[in-house]
């Protein structure tokens, strides 16, 4: 009797266990498939926010590619910035990966090195539908990983109130590093010992060395420069722009603020279109843009531009084609210049900067600093670049909390170490 | 009848042995046969030997420094973390009113998930305008960077630490509570005053919750990982100084996608945290009284 009783509920646990398998495995191959019956496909696209604003802006192209293409549906897959590679990378090896992927260039090296991307060379694209060296932006050793959907770089926004209020005359296209300063001097204000308006709200490191003609690996992916004269140039000027003459926070001074700009604490900031629609709405005061002021190599600034991968497990490849080709050569293009201000990368779309919604008065620098070449590519595409980007950064926060007293003898001790390490020159 | 009920014993443990198999010890052999290749977590992996391991000790500056950091962050927030909690215990053990909502206090923010409480305490460490400088400032004494500041991120994260002592708290309250009271009075009878009851009584009769607790606060404590990602973004700043060995070995995996380096770490720290549990019941084992000991 107490035997049979011990068997039935034996096999009930069994039955249980084995249950909770089968359900688990269902569960997951039924969200795979998206569609749930229907013959409907799903894409999936990793993306990024770049503000509130232009996340919900960019799904009206995807709502207007969906009307296109019935039977196709696009959902979007967000994951934060500076979280972004990890996701995608973790994604495409637990089998999950999406269908299509947004790729910051810097990371573009590695995903290719990973084999993640698929390769689109063979694909039926329309090379005369694209500007001159927009094609090449997506290449890895000759071969095509991803096309481009907007090429733009980053201008310096600033608060026209704040000028006006500081008697600072606005700042001209071919301004320099001492114009900056000189400007952001008289822009920070304090009261009570406490600044409550600071000039700049951060100079990233990374345009301060294409000003100077500086960077962490040179573009051929040889050699390491990140202690070149003109690389520690830069950082020296980034960390004394927070640590000598205080018109930026320290990390300390900024921890927890976001936008400081919006927010009427900071008189410039880096800003590229795609911040145009969130500033327009946001914004209570007066703005415009303006070219990154020059350093020794001039008023250049790093090219800012959105590669989209397709991932390689896909199951609709031909679909996400039919999507990436509506992104970055077809409709898409035309639709992009009137929600989200995204720079085109086709021909036909070239004279239509300076009219993109929410453009600032001064759009025209940015369409001339893009037409006459003042924008450098300066995240080498070989697979180990983001993961010395990653080793270097800490050392240039730790330069900018310190006060950088020994700014050239910490960056020769990591460029050394990473020469060593990843056996460059 | 005693081999169908050994048999019966087996098959109720099934459904565990089962899951131990399969969502444990296999990917745990699986993990050390990966930590003698260069798996990426994509594609295939080759074997490397004693590779990974030789790289670790001798090439890997952020191998000791991740080491180090979590070390330091033990041997401080551990005991910390024990006496802070009992001290809770037994000052909620008395007969006070309201006993209920003081203890409901104290045990809430042990409830409250990590990544919420970090990301409060960013905000109460703020240099500029956080609480904790602003009660600093009050009293003239010297203000910090904390999360900010090499010297100063580690203790910080202990602090935060301690904000969760109430997880402890609640195990010492059930050991406190078994103490017999026949005891006490026997003690008072012989003129024994408040601290040698404390001494003499109440810590030897819970020293087997107090063991308890110092084992798995050692375990937890080594495994620091959530607090210090969200408190330095992700990165172990400033200077590497909240780089926590989990954490490092999260990066290794997922960030630079080393998964065989990344379980080589893993497999250290398991020979590490094994051997310091081991020295633990050496030293501390035989003085802790259970019950229903012999």
């Not at chain 1, 009307?67 to 549906?73: A, H, Q, S, T």
């Not at chain 2, 977590?41 to 391991?53: H, K």
């Not at chain 2, 109430?166 to 601290?195: C, H, K, N, T, W």
Request: aromatic fraction near 14%.
């Amino acid at each position: 009797m107490g035997k049979k009783k011990g068997l039935g509920i034996l096999v009930l646990s069994l039955i249980l266990v084995l249950s909770a398998f089968m359900t688990g495995c269902s569960g997951s191959s039924s969200d795979s498939a998206g569609g749930g019956g229907s013959k409907d496909v799903t894409l999936r696209i990793l993306v990024w926010n770049n503000n509130p604003e232009g996340t919900k802006l960019e799904g009206e192209i995807f709502k207007a590619f969906e009307k296109e293409n019935p039977g196709i549906k696009v959902k979007q897959v967000y994951a934060p910035y500076d979280k972004f590679n990890d996701k995608f990378l973790t994604m495409s090896a637990g089998g999950d990966q999406p269908d299509l992927v947004w790729i910051q260039p810097a990371a573009f090296g590695q995903f290719v090195g990973k084999n993640v991307l698929m390769d689109l060379s063979d694909k039926k694209i329309d090379k005369d539908a694209y500007m001159p060296n927009v094609l090449e932006l997506g290449q890895v050793k000759g071969k095509q990983y991803a096309l481009i959907r907007d090429a733009s770089t980053f201008q310096l926004g600033y608060n026209k109130d704040m000028f006006d209020a500081a008697g600072v005359p606005y700042p001209k296209d071919d301004w320099t590093w001492d114009d900056f300063l000189a400007a952001a001097k008289k822009l920070t204000k304090q009261k009570n010992g406490k600044t409550v308006q600071f000039g700049m709200e951060n100079f990233y490191t990374n345009e301060l060395l294409v000003e100077n003609g500086g960077g962490f690996v040179s573009q051929d992916g040889n050699s390491v420069i990140v202690d070149s004269p003109e690389s520690i140039e830069a950082i020296q000027f980034g960390s004394d722009l927070i640590n000598k003459h205080h018109v930026q926070p320290t990390s300390a001074q900024s921890q927890g603020l976001s936008n400081m700009f919006l927010a009427g604490q900071a008189a410039m900031k880096m800003m590229g279109p795609w911040d145009w629609a969130d500033t327009a709405k946001n914004a209570k005061f007066k703005w415009d843009v303006v070219p990154l002021p020059a350093g020794k190599a001039g008023n250049v600034s790093a090219a800012a531009y959105l590669p989209i991968g397709i991932g390689k497990g896909t199951k609709h490849p031909e679909e996400a084609f039919k999507l990436l080709t509506f992104l970055s050569s077809g409709k898409g293009q035309d639709m992009q210049i009137d929600t989200i201000s995204a720079v085109p990368v086709v021909k036909r779309n070239s004279d239509k900067i300076e009219t993109m919604k929410n453009a600032p008065e001064n759009a025209k620098s940015l369409a001339a600093s893009l037409a006459n070449g003042k924008t450098v590519m300066n995240a080498p595409y070989i697979p180990e670049y983001a993961e010395i980007a990653n080793k270097i950064q800490p050392v240039i926060d730790n330069i900018n909390l310190k006060g950088g007293k020994d700014t050239e003898k910490q960056l020769k001790k990591i460029a050394d170490q990473i020469r060593k390490e990843y056996n460059l020159k | 009848m005693n081999k169908s009920r050994t048999f019966l014993f087996y098959m109720f443990i099934l459904p565990w042995l089962i899951g131990f198999f399969i969502f444990t010890a296999g990917p745990m052999i699986y993990s050390l046969y990966m930590s003698f290749t260069d798996f990426s977590g994509l594609g295939t992996a080759n074997w490397v030997g004693l590779e990974n391991y030789k790289k670790l000790f001798t090439e890997d500056p952020l191998f000791w420094q991740s080491l180090w950091n979590t070390i330091f962050y033990t041997i401080f927030g551990v005991p910390l973390g024990l006496v802070v909690g009992y001290m809770l215990a037994v000052l909620l053990n008395a007969n006070v009113k309201f006993m209920g909502v003081f203890r409901t206090i104290f045990y809430l923010p042990s409830l409250v998930p990590t990544v919420a409480s970090s990301l409060l305490w960013i905000i109460i460490f703020q240099p500029d305008f956080g609480i904790a400088n602003a009660i600093l400032d009050f009293f003239h004494l010297p203000t910090s960077n904390w999360l900010l500041s090499e010297e100063m991120v580690k203790p910080s994260l202990i602090i935060m630490s301690l904000w969760g002592a109430g997880g402890g708290m609640v195990i010492y309250l059930a050991g406190l509570q078994s103490v017999p009271a026949s005891l006490y009075e026997a003690a008072e009878l012989d003129g024994a005053g408040r601290f040698k009851k404390f001494w003499h009584i109440t810590v030897p009769m819970t020293s087997n919750v107090i063991f308890f607790n110092l084992i798995m606060g050692l375990i937890g404590s080594f495994q620091i990982f959530t607090q210090a990602y969200v408190v330095s973004s992700g990165n172990g700043g400033p200077n590497y100084k909240s780089l926590f060995y989990v954490f490092y070995l999260y990066q290794d995996a997922f960030k630079f996608f080393k998964m065989g380096y990344a379980s080589a770490l893993a497999w250290i720290l398991f020979i590490i945290i094994l051997i310091f549990t081991l020295i633990q019941f050496k030293v501390f084992g035989r003085k802790v009284y259970y019950e229903y000991d012999e």
